[in-house]
């Protein structure tokens, strides 16, 4: 019930387009989902987060869409730039509780 | 500059060896939090300190021991080393005593050899 499952494991998009990733959760008591970004030598960095009583989050190029009732989120990336190649972390918390990671999606934009 | 400081960056030990890590959280937040790094594992959650008192405990081995002193630094030490204890160690804070928000360091790599 602790688990978060992110899909997929590494993504290569070409410059211009849509990066998805995609995550699932069990526990129906999470109540915070973030997305965290992670260049190579540094740690993950917090880009954008949304809380279940909102389907849609938008921040600039990224968006995170929420279905509650299918107990998924995802990340949107418009617009992709080789810039954003990183490893992106899906995540969720309980009450402020710790946070459960995803097991990370490797995104590579090609020029 | 995330705010957090991790000291050492890297760290170079043989098996069954001793190490600190040290972690400094950003200015006024009280929570530190500290992950495992690995290939296989992901980040996992290892241990939990709000103003000095321990709130949450993850899948941390008995080997491992960590504090939170009075200035709100935090050390994770990690005994009788193995091969597979090398990873990446992160540190994260926050203002409360909550997930909301962590921000992370940039991480101790620990190799065993």
């Known amino acids: 019930q602790q688990q978060v499952k992110q899909s997929p494991q590494s993504l290569i998009v070409q410059k211009g387009g849509i990066s998805i990733i995609n995550c699932a959760y069990e526990?129906?008591?999470?109540?915070?989902f973030p997305w965290y970004q992670q260049f190579p030598g540094k740690g993950p960095a917090l880009l954008i987060a949304?809380?279940?009583?909102?389907s849609e989050k938008k921040e600039g190029r990224f968006t995170i869409s929420f279905n509650k009732s299918a107990k998924q989120f995802s990340l949107h990336i418009m617009d992709s730039q080789p810039g954003d190649s990183a490893t992106y972390f899906c995540?969720?918390?309980?009450?402020?509780?710790?946070?459960?990671f995803g097991q990370g999606t490797e995104l590579s934009v090609k020029p | 500059d995330s705010g957090v400081t991790q000291t050492p960056k890297h760290l170079i030990t043989a098996t069954g060896q001793r190490v600190t890590l040290r972690c400094s959280p950003r200015?006024?937040?009280?929570?530190v939090y500290w992950y495992q790094q690995s290939l296989d594992q992901g980040l996992q959650f290892l241990i939990q300190?709000?103003?000095?008192?321990?709130?949450a405990k993850g899948n941390i081995l008995e080997r491992f021991s960590a504090q939170q002193f009075p200035d709100l630094h935090s050390e994770l030490n990690l005994s009788s080393l193995e091969l597979g204890d090398s990873a990446l160690y992160f540190c994260?804070?926050?203002?409360?005593?909550?997930?909301?928000?962590?921000?992370f360091g940039s991480g101790t790599r620990l190799t065993v050899v």
């Open positions: 994260a804070s926050s203002a409360r005593n909550g997930g909301y928000g962590y921000t």
């Open positions: 526990n129906t008591a999470f109540d915070y």
């Open positions: 949304i809380r279940p009583d909102v």
């Open positions: 995540a969720a918390s309980k009450e402020g509780g710790k946070l459960i």
């Open positions: 200015s006024g937040d009280l929570s």
């Open positions: 300190y709000y103003n000095g008192e321990e709130r």
